[in-house]
């Protein structure tokens, strides 16, 4: 007797690639997904509009680094460390990017089980939520050359 057991995640096939604007890295959705450790139940298309977001988001917060380098014709072409082989920008881009995904993703499903149980696991996810914002912020910052904390005394 053969059975079916239903696990409640979906497969999925590698997403490709998001397409940036030529200055900044295109994104590999794929390696988003692993960074991310996200299971079957993030459809492609979801992972598409979160990482499609993300870009949108990170680029607008960027524009004063692609002003400052517009000499170069890629992030990966300005001078900095180099890490694995790639420049230390061409990671906190990734970072931030990945990070605004796991942020959106995490806020969208959290919403799908309204039960005790589900308002339980919003209320785990929300840490994560904002360590994932922090994580973006901070990546941000290290791109554009700014301290990440600003303190004043009252």
């Not at 397409?19 to 979801?46: M, Q």
């Not at 598409?48 to 680094?65: C, G, H, R, W, Y």
């Not at 002003?67 to 990734?94: C, F, Q, W």
């Amino acid at each position: 007797m053969s059975g079916f057991i239903a696990s409640g995640r979906a497969s999925h096939q590698p997403s490709g690639t998001l397409t940036n604007n030529g200055f900044y890295p295109d994104i590999d959705l794929e390696r988003a997904r692993s960074a991310l450790r996200l299971d079957g139940s993030v459809t492609e298309a979801r992972l598409e509009q979160a990482a499609i977001s993300a870009v949108i988001e990170i680029n607008a917060d960027l524009k004063p680094l692609a002003e400052k380098y517009n000499d170069h014709a890629t992030l990966a072409d300005v001078p900095a460390d180099e890490i694995n082989g790639d420049s230390v920008m061409l990671h906190l881009y990734r970072r931030a990017v990945y990070c605004n995904i796991g942020a959106e993703l995490a806020e969208r499903y959290r919403s799908y089980d309204a039960t005790a149980a589900g308002n339980q696991r919003a209320d785990d996810l929300t840490p994560s939520i904002d360590e994932y914002r922090r994580d973006a912020r901070f990546a941000i910052r290290d791109l554009l050359k700014r301290v990440r904390v600003t303190v004043e005394l009252i």
